[in-house]
Nanobody, 126 residues
Framework: QVDPVESGGGSVQAGGSLRLSCRISRTTWNDACMGWFRQVPGKDREGVATIYTGIGGASYATDVAGRFTLSQDHAKTTLYLQMNDLKPEDSGTYYC???????????????????WGRGTQVTVSA
């Protein structure tokens, strides 16, 4: 069973940094698409960054590129999101998702994942 579990959220001032972690249960998949998504009340969930674990080469939403960095551990069971130069508009609940589908779909604009975590809150104050 795949159960993404997020951690690392918190409150920071604008310009600060946070690192989010997403750990998944060991699966029989060799590779999968893993990603981070965020949502604020009243708005649709949006993609932040994704990576296909067997290929690498992360994809980022335009507004976080250059500030956020995805990485994974050697076992490919933990995904990290390093967030630097945070802005108030980065605030929201951040969700980790994982699924196995064609690598071409593994991009922030694709939200049709079967496995989602419960989310971790990020609050950035001005």
């Amino acid at each position: 069973q795949v159960d993404p579990v997020e951690s690392g959220g918190g409150s920071v001032q604008a310009g600060g940094s946070l690192r989010l972690s997403c750990r998944i249960s060991r699966t029989t998949w060799n590779d999968a698409c893993m990603g981070w998504f965020r949502q604020v009340p009243g708005k649709d969930r949006e993609g932040v960054a994704t990576i296909y674990t067997g290929i690498g080469g992360a994809s980022y939403a335009t507004d976080v590129a250059g500030r956020f960095t995805l990485s994974q551990d050697h076992a490919k069971t933990t995904l990290y999101l390093q967030m630097n130069d945070l802005k108030p508009e980065d605030s929201g609940t951040y969700y980790c998702a994982v699924d196995q589908f064609h690598p071409a779909r593994c991009r922030p604009s694709y939200l049709n994942f079967d496995y989602w975590g419960r989310g971790t809150q990020v609050t950035v104050s001005a």
